[in-house]
């Protein structure tokens, strides 16, 4: 069984930066693209960051863009999301979500980490 594990959260002042991880373990065969969301109470989640596995294609929600930055290592073990000059409203649950195909001939499917919470207060 895939499991996607972030960590990283927690307490950032305004202007501060954090980076989030999203590390995937069990049978892995291969990893497509990677997306980071966020979600606050009563909200739906909303897609910030998205990274495609060939590296080429890289996007951000408007209400990040310059701030946030999305990468995943060479081995492609673990995806990050940068992000920087943090505002109150960047406060949420944030959560990783990766294509990964098991087995070689196996179907892609998509694994969800357990979130990690955000905070961002002076």
């Known amino acids: 069984q895939v499991q996607l594990v972030e960590s990283g959260g927690g307490l950032v002042q305004p202007g501060g930066s954090l980076t989030l991880s999203c590390t995937a373990s069990?049978?892995?065969?291969?990893?497509?693209?990677l997306h980071w969301y966020r979600q606050v109470p009563g909200k739906e989640r909303e897609l910030v960051a998205q990274?495609?596995?060939?590296?080429?294609?890289?996007d951000y929600a408007d209400s990040v863009k310059g701030r946030y930055v999305i990468t995943r290592d060479d081995a492609g073990d673990t995806g990050f999301l940068h992000m920087n000059n943090r505002e109150p409203e960047d406060a949420a649950i944030y959560y990783c979500?990766?294509?990964?195909?098991?087995?070689?001939?196996?179907?892609?499917?998509?694994?969800w980490g357990q979130g990690t919470q955000v905070t961002v207060s002076s």
């Open positions: 979500k990766e294509d990964i195909w098991e087995t070689e001939r196996g179907p892609q499917q998509q694994y």
């Open positions: 069990g049978r892995i065969f291969s990893r497509g693209d």
């Open positions: 990274f495609t596995s060939n590296g080429r294609t890289i």
